[in-house]
């Protein structure tokens, strides 16, 4: 109770503008230290196909972590098993909502494209997982940990690898950009407090969904439209550096910009984003002619088609 | 008036398909439209923000366009394709309730095609089988590498892109 206590005054103080941080995870680390079940590092680069990482990180419902360590933790930065902890359980709840298509092909596919482009981001530490997800609706997600997801009615507006390329950068950004996590941080404080008044949280899984809000509500909230711009910027380039031509994404936007308006599969899109037509007009103020000497490939004759 | 709206509609719908090929489009910034794509070719003539043009083809970052007497290509992310005008969403919407009131089968094209919303998300469970699933899918770096070399894809280096500056953003085109 003393410790919790500890923990609320703390808590306040970093609420009233005190650099929060490493202090207060320092100072708290030591406690935390003899409860913590360590996982073992994420494989960089996984030797087998399949499973590894299923098999080297337990499910969600069977970790027992002290309920405060995963708070505790908001107050610096994220670990990777924390981040990845998140991003599983945002995607198994948006997976409850839209399951993936039953196309190993397509689904093989998009992931050889996906891990090419994010080679490119600086977070080689991650295992990403890409999916296609079984809904005509127009839209992209990204959890942290490196999970990203395209629907189905996204994927047959594409044209070429490029394109997909883009798409994925972009939702790569999020991720080695760290946006969601930095949402999740803002209004970590006021969930940890709630949690220290209520002392009901039993256990991490209870602690990320509390954080994270109704099922995969957080998809629907989207983020700050900064964050949007950053991650079209970086998409754009991550492409680039894979060897595509830059254009796939600016040319997905054009054909979204195209879309009429009442068109319901952009509904959701249009909520959580900016419109295409502003994110059109911020790339450009960024591009210019930046890009003028990077030539790539689109591979428009390797493009998997789906029906 | 009506005749442009439905003709703007058809249009549209072959832009969902084919997008951006004889399409309209609005300038999004004070540009210059090049004899060639490329920013080093002759200049054909000036288009300030807002203009209409009409889009015939794209090259790579540059799209071929129409304005007024002038054709010639203009960079790809100084329009944007698509009816909506200079705005997002406000614009757009405006204009989409009006497309779709002058043909109804468009709507009947794209009707039963629904997105995901909100409730949807908000009252999903987790679905451990599916995400079990995700995880057969996932590939190791070594074979997104030999994927990337069947193609020759080969990575290059590309700095970072600036944050655009809000307040010279209309005089960078000047500079050019």
């Given at each position: 109770m003393k410790f919790k206590l500890m923990f609320l005054a703390l808590s306040l103080v970093s609420f009233s503008g005190v650099a929060s941080g490493f202090d207060l995870d320092r100072f708290l680390q030591g406690k935390q230290d003899k409860e913590k079940t360590t996982q073992p590092a994420p494989a960089q680069a996984p030797s087998t196909t399949t499973t590894q990482e299923g098999v080297a990180t337990p499910p969600p419902a069977k970790q027992k972590i002290d309920a405060q360590q995963l708070g505790f933790a908001l107050f610096g930065d994220y670990s990777l098993e924390e981040e990845n902890r998140i991003g599983r359980q945002i995607s198994g709840n948006l997976l409850g909502a839209v399951p993936l298509v039953r196309d190993d092909a397509l689904q093989r596919y998009v992931n050889l494209v996906g891990n090419w482009v994010a080679l490119q981001s600086g977070r080689a530490d991650i295992t990403w997982r890409f999916g296609v997800l079984d809904t005509d609706d127009i839209n992209a997600f990204a959890a942290p940990g490196g999970y990203i997801f395209v629907t189905r009615g996204l994927y047959r507006l594409l044209d070429n690898e490029a394109e997909l390329a883009g798409v994925l950068g972009h939702e790569i950004a999020h991720v080695a950009r760290k946006h969601h996590l930095k949402v999740l941080k803002q209004s970590s404080l006021i969930s940890a407090l709630g949690q220290v008044a209520g002392s009901k949280a039993q256990n991490s899984d209870q602690l990320v969904q509390n954080l994270i809000g109704n099922g995969a509500e957080i998809m629907a909230r989207g983020l700050d439209k900064n964050a949007e711009y950053e991650a079209d910027r970086y998409g754009m380039v991550f492409a680039a550096r894979a060897g595509y031509e830059p254009w796939g994404l600016p040319e997905v936007l054009q054909d979204m910009a195209a879309l009429p308006a009442k068109d319901e599969r952009t509904s959701l899109l249009y909520k959580t984003h900016p419109h295409p037509a502003d994110r059109i007009s911020e790339l450009g103020k960024s591009v210019d002619g930046r890009l003028d000497a990077v030539h790539g490939k689109d591979l428009a004759s390797r493009f998997y088609r789906i029906q | 008036m009506r005749n442009t709206l439905i003709f703007a509609a058809t249009l549209s719908l072959c832009v969902a398909a084919a997008p951006a090929l004889a399409a309209p489009g609005t300038v999004l910034r004070n540009d210059k439209i090049y004899s060639?794509?490329?920013?080093?070719?002759?200049?054909a003539g000036s288009v300030p923000k807002g203009a209409s043009v009409n889009i015939l083809s794209k090259q790579g970052g540059w799209l071929r366009v129409t304005a007024g007497k002038t054709t010639g290509w203009m960079r790809l992310l100084s329009v944007r394709a698509g009816e909506g005008g200079l705005g997002g969403a406000g614009v757009g919407d405006v204009v989409g309730a009006a497309t779709t009131r002058s043909d109804p089968s468009r709507v009947v094209a794209v009707a039963g095609l629904r997105g995901l919303n909100e409730e949807e998300l908000k009252g999903a469970k987790f679905n451990a089988a599916e995400l079990a699933q995700l995880d057969m899918w996932v590939v190791t770096v070594a074979q997104a590498k030999t994927f990337a070399g069947q193609a020759s894809l080969v990575a290059v280096k590309v700095p970072a892109l600036p944050e655009p500056k809000p307040a010279k953003a209309s005089s960078s085109w000047e500079s050019n």
């Open positions: - | 060639q794509p490329s920013s080093s070719s002759a200049v």
